[in-house]
């Protein structure tokens, strides 16, 4: 899709990434983002409406030699289903195998079907179970890998 483009996330953009970020139980404080921001092998990035120019998606992982982990990635409301997630995290896969990735991991909710589908479509498949890893509320961890190729 083009109605959006991708982008490094800027600290400019915080107010508006907190807005899709919501206030759930696991999400992240301004403070944690500014942190994630400036820690040295993290990545994040953030998608723009093309038309508004408002950020309406983001997503930021960490690189540790080989290995990648996606620690969120998320959609506002409105803007679900329409191929956004889908672009961010290509970007994001994209941008691992750039930097000499072999393997991305992430966790995902057990219950949570959009995220599990969305990243099994683009090749990610159950590596484990991680039992009572979330809470508000509890419920096991589906940890799923995918191996990237040059
Ligand atoms: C998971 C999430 C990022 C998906 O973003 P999105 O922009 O809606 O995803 P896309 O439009 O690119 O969908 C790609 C594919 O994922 C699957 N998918 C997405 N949402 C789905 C849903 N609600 N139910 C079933 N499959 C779904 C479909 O296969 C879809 O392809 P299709 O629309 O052609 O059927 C979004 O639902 C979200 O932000 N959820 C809340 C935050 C979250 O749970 N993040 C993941 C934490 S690990």
């Known amino acids: 899709m083009s109605d959006f483009l ?3 996330m800027q600290i400019e953009d915080l107010a508006e990434v907190l807005d899709v970020e919501g206030g759930g ?3 992240w404080t301004r403070q944690q983002f500014v942190e994630e921001l400036q820690a040295v092998h993290g990545f994040q990035f953030v998608a723009r409406a093309a038309r ?6 983001f997503a930021c992982g960490r690189l540790c030699g080989s290995e990648a982990e996606i620690l969120k990635l998320a959609v506002a409301l409105p803007w679900r289903r329409r191929g ?3 672009g961010l995290l290509l970007h994001v896969l994209a941008h691992c195998r750039q930097e000499g990735v072999a ?3 992430l966790e995902v909710r057990a219950s949570n079907v959009a995220a599990r ?3 099994e479509k683009y090749g990610f498949t159950e590596a484990g179970l991680r039992r009572s890893y979330y809470v508000s509320p509890r419920e096991d961890a589906v940890l799923m890998r995918m191996r990237l190729t040059r």
Do not use: I, K, N
């Open 52 to 57: 508004s120019q408002r950020v309406m998606a």
């Open 117 to 119: 589908v969305l990243y």
């Open 103 to 105: 393997d991305c991991f």
């Open 6 to 8: 991708v982008e490094a």
């Open 25 to 27: 139980g696991a999400a």
């Open 84 to 86: 956004m997630g889908s």
